[in-house]
Every structure is written in structure tokens, then in C-alpha cells.
């Protein structure tokens, strides 16, 4: 089992960032690709950003590419999520993602086998 633990959501001003962290525990070793999703109210989870854990490849939903950027510390077993140029549509819980049983990024949320227990982020107008 994988346990994955969220950080780092609040209240910001449109404009502003924001870094989401995500620390993995348990069965780290059998991570391949770690992701962000969102859901708003009202709407589907959708994917935000996704990562190999041990390999280089990154992906990025359109809505965040070019404001945002992920990247992970395997020492500490964590992945960040920062987030720039935050928008009031960018307000949704944020939700930490592990898959033991691929390496490719997908980004349908039922690809998933791991999640964390979700952050708000809220962006004001």
C-alpha cells in the first residue's frame, strides 16, 4: 500500500502561486507515475500534471501548461505541484494520484490507483 498525504492549499489572490506538496509513504518503491487532479464543484475530477517517478517525462492538462511546472524529490518521496498566474478557475480541491502498474502518464483519474485525501486551493477575484 501507498499512502499519499497533500500540503500546501489555501487562499490566494488571482495573480499569485501557489506550491502543493505531496509525500508519499508505504510502498514507495512500487510508484511509477504520480499526478495532480482538480474538481471543482459541480464539475468532474479533472488531471492538472503528472510525473515519472523515476524517469524524466512530465504532461500538463492545457488549462495549467506554461503556468505551472512538477517535479519530485525521491529522497524525501515527495512531488510538488507549483502553480503561477494562479486564476479564480483555478479553485477546485487538488487531489495527489499514484500508479504502481504503468509508466505511462495517463489522465483518466481511474487509472489511478493511490490518492490522497485532497487540498483546497481557493483564488479570489
Known amino acids: 500500500q501507498v499512502q499519499l498525504v497533500e500540503s500546501g492549499g489555501g487562499l490566494v489572490q488571482a495573480g499569485g502561486s501557489l506550491r502543493l506538496s505531496c509525500a508519499a509513504s508505504?510502498?514507495?518503491?512500487?510508484?511509477?507515475?504520480m499526478a495532480w487532479f482538480r474538481q471543482a464543484p459541480g464539475k468532474e475530477r479533472e488531471f492538472v500534471a503528472g510525473?515519472?517517478?523515476?524517469?524524466?517525462?512530465?504532461d500538463f492538462a492545457n488549462s495549467v501548461k506554461g503556468r505551472s511546472t512538477i517535479y519530485r524529490d525521491n529522497a524525501k518521496n515527495t512531488v510538488y505541484l507549483q502553480m503561477n498566474s494562479l486564476k479564480p478557475e483555478d479553485t477546485a480541491v487538488y487531489s495527489c494520484?499514484?500508479?504502481?502498474?504503468?509508466?505511462?502518464?495517463?489522465?483518466?483519474?481511474?487509472?489511478?490507483?493511490?490518492w490522497g485525501q485532497g487540498t483546497q486551493v481557493t483564488v479570489s477575484s
Open positions: 510525473i515519472q517517478w523515476s524517469g524524466s517525462r512530465t
Open positions: 494520484a499514484a500508479a504502481s502498474s504503468f509508466y505511462r502518464i495517463y489522465t483518466s483519474f481511474s487509472s489511478y490507483e493511490y
Open positions: 508505504g510502498r514507495t518503491f512500487s510508484i511509477n507515475v
